[in-house]
Nanobody, 123 residues
């Protein structure tokens, strides 16, 4: 079993930055891909970003490309999502997730999820 705990969310103004963290415990996730998803009220959960187990490759949704950066610290079993130039449309609950092997876009591909952290961006 893998437990994931997100932190770092909050209320910010448009243009601000936040860094989310996702700490994994219960099992080392060094061979897992780590991903971020988000879910806004009334919308489906959507892929945001992912980083491979080696931290060599990252993937982003078009909506966040150039503004968000995904990374991980393998030694700390922790993933990060640096979010710059936040926009009101980024408002959502952000979740981290892990899966064996490479990243995937579908929520159903991930076996383990965190509880989520709220990010609210005011105009």
């Amino acid at each position: 079993q893998v437990q994931l705990v997100e932190s770092g969310g909050g209320l910010v103004q448009a243009g601000a930055s936040l860094r989310l963290s996702c700490a994994a415990s219960g099992r080392t996730v060094s061979s897992y891909a780590m991903a971020w998803f988000r879910q806004a009220p009334g919308k489906e959960r959507e892929f945001v970003a992912a980083v491979t187990w080696s931290d060599r490759d990252t993937f982003y949704a078009d909506a966040v490309k150039g503004r968000f950066t995904a990374s991980r610290d393998i030694a700390k079993n922790t993933a990060y999502l640096q979010m710059n130039n936040l926009k009101p449309e980024d408002t959502a609950v952000y979740y981290c997730a892990v899966r064996r092997g490479g990243p995937a876009l579908a929520t159903t591909s991930y076996a383990y999820w965190g509880q989520g952290t709220q990010v609210t961006v005011s105009a």
